[in-house]
């Protein structure tokens, strides 16, 4: 059974990882709102450096990022370039 301060550890641990998680949602989602691909914000070296594949396999979850990505593909219809070209 683990120690009081190993699960200490633990809880601070996940709280970091959960703070960079964030942070890498907030930067592809303002990546995305920028113009980027998702595919291309998701490629940037700020976001592999920082999140292994399993990490960014769950920050891809976040209902954020879905939103951003319609968003995208809304707007890609309206202005009829969807980057196939690219």
């Known amino acids: 059974m683990p120690g009081i301060a190993e699960k200490i550890h633990e809880f601070l641990n ?49 209902p954020e990022i879905f939103t951003a990505l319609e968003e995208q593909i809304t707007e890609s219809f309206k202005t009829r370039e969807f980057g196939f070209l690219d």
């Open 14 to 62: 996940e709280i970091a990882i959960d703070a960079v998680e964030e942070r890498v949602v907030e930067y592809v989602i303002r990546e995305v709102h920028n113009g980027r691909k998702l595919t291309d914000a998701l490629k940037d070296p700020y976001v592999k450096n920082r999140l292994s594949e399993e990490r960014l396999a769950k920050v891809l979850e976040n």
